[in-house]
């Protein structure tokens, strides 16, 4: 099976579009570690165009903020404006489907899914090596794959040595050897935050066991254009200019 993995959409439409177009015909099965809403202007068209195909999906902390199971004090008030926009335009369908998804799971034998990590899945953001390093006794799969920071990265545990961080090659097909077990990120969809205002995504072949970064331009006005007609923060809608 081939998997197209995807996380943090965040409600970003023409992103979501222009990921499924760049990897049509090479995925059977879309694995999302979530946040499939927040910050961007199509929440519930998100929703549906993830139900079209064949998928397994987390939950994130902003679909629980939507969801209203979370305290959002802690979030920014740009945030907290569009957390509370999307409660007032979440259909019932969309929130019956954002209410059924666990927010961690262990789907293949080497894989165990997580939205922000395997420790804390909703909340902690894995960012650093000495973090990551903490994380490897909570999974027992050889590989964890997160979203949550945004930001596509590897980090690969040398037994007996120390964790190192891998930065992203794209288009360039990784193998998953199994010999060092890894936590890793495909970046998200909808938010980039690593300087790159592309959607970030990945594939994952499960037969040949290998993992291929890719990004791709979209249309990037047209979700802004949506925000601004919605009222959404302008520095919400600035960011996606730039990925941060
Ligand atoms: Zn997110």
């Not at 961080?165 to 969809?189: A, Q």
């Not at 980039?192 to 979209?218: G, H, K, N, Q």
């Amino acid at each position: 099976m081939r998997v197209l993995v995807i996380s943090d959409i965040h409600a970003n439409l023409a992103a979501f579009e222009a990921v499924l177009k760049d990897a049509a015909g090479k995925w059977d099965k879309i694995w999302f570690l979530g946040d499939l809403v927040g910050y961007g202007p199509n929440p519930n068209e998100c929703v549906a165009l993830l139900q079209e195909h064949d998928h397994l999906a987390l939950s994130g902390n902003h679909d629980w903020a939507v969801l209203g199971k979370l305290n959002i004090d802690t979030f920014n008030d740009y945030a907290k404006h569009a957390v509370m926009w999307a409660q007032d335009v979440l259909t019932t369908e969309s929130h019956a489907y954002l209410e059924s998804l666990p927010p961690m799971l262990t789907p293949h034998e080497m894989f165990t899914i997580a939205h922000a990590s395997p420790r804390q899945p909703i909340w902690e953001y894995i960012l650093d090596r000495g973090t990551a390093d903490a994380n490897f006794e909570h999974f027992f799969t050889p590989y964890c794959l997160v979203g949550h920071t945004h930001v596509p990265i590897v980090f690969e545990k040398v037994e007996g040595e120390r964790t190192y961080m891998l930065h992203p090659l794209y288009n360039e097909p990784w193998h998953l050897t199994g010999v060092h077990r890894c936590i890793i990120n495909p970046g998200s969809v909808g938010q980039p935050r690593d300087s790159d205002p592309r959607a970030s995504y990945a594939l994952l072949d499960l037969e040949r066991m290998i993992w291929e970064y890719c990004r791709v331009d979209y249309d990037v006005e047209t979700t802004q254009q949506r925000m601004r007609d919605e009222g959404l923060s302008e520095r919400l809608v600035a960011r996606l200019s730039f990925g941060w």
